[in-house]
């Protein structure tokens, strides 16, 4: 069974920094390309960054360029996100997901962790 | 990165049938087969009800089908259910500078 755990969520304050973990098991990670997907409360889905399988590919959201840095380690199966100069508006429950080739559609979600940026 | 358009709203009773429509622009619908569309219950995460169109994966009902003309795609439910009561979110991809457009979301109302 494909299995997505997000952790690493919590309250932070404005400027501050928060690095989320997401691990995974029940497919090979190494051969998927994987993303992370947030929600703002009582909003839509919003993109936020891309890795390509090898991790030498990556593609972030204009919203987070320069700020938040994705990264992988496929020996430990995990997918990370540091989130550096956190805003107000970067609050949402981020959602790790797998991308799926050749299909390009998110095939399997995890259950998401909360960040709150709040003074 | 503009988001990809959907109503706010659609609402039909059991049995029915209803149709949510994503556009987009020839820059990200109209030029790629790689729209997919998402269902989300409250406090749950995504899950993948169409891809590539009109493609669905194992385990989802015949009821939901997809489709795309120029820069609009849809989704359809038919024989509305009590259970399809639910956020629908279109995606599409848009290329390797944008990467992934999401819509913003239709809430469907079962009623």
């Known amino acids: 069974e494909v299995q997505l755990v997000e952790s690493g969520g919590g309250l932070v304050q404005p400027g501050g920094s928060l690095r989320l973990s997401c691990a995974v098991s029940?497919?090979?990670?190494?051969?998927?390309?994987m993303s992370w997907v947030r929600q703002a409360p009582g909003k839509g889905l919003e993109w936020v960054s891309y890795?390509?399988?090898?991790?030498?590919?990556?593609y972030y959201a204009d919203s987070v360029k320069g700020r938040f840095t994705i990264s992988r380690d496929n020996a430990k199966k995990s997918l990370y996100l540091q989130m550096n100069s956190l805003r107000a508006e970067d609050t949402a429950v981020y959602y790790c997901?797998?991308?799926?080739?050749?299909?390009?559609?998110?095939?399997?979600w995890g259950q998401g962790t909360l960040v709150t940026v709040s003074s | 990165q503009s988001a990809l358009t959907q109503p706010a709203s659609v609402s039909g009773s059991p049995g029915q049938s209803i149709t949510i429509s994503c556009t987009g622009t020839?820059?990200?619908?109209?030029?790629?087969?790689?729209v997919s569309w998402y269902q989300q219950h409250p406090g749950k995460a995504p899950k993948l009800m169409i891809y590539?169109?009109?493609k669905r994966p194992s385990g989802i009902s015949y009821r939901f089908s997809g489709s795309k003309s120029g820069n609009t795609a849809s989704l359809t439910i038919s024989g509305l259910q009590a259970e399809d009561e639910a956020d629908y979110y279109c995606?599409?991809?848009?290329?390797?500078?944008?990467?992934?457009?999401f819509g913003g979301g239709t809430k469907l109302t079962v009623l």
């Open positions: 997901a797998r991308w799926d080739l050749p299909e390009l559609c998110f095939d399997s």
């Open positions: 890795i390509s399988s090898s991790g030498n590919t990556i």
């Open positions: 590539e169109v009109s």
């Open positions: 029940g497919f090979t990670f190494s051969t998927y390309e």
């Open positions: 020839s820059s990200d619908v109209g030029s790629y087969n790689f």
């Open positions: 995606c599409s991809y848009a290329g390797s500078s944008t990467y992934v457009l």
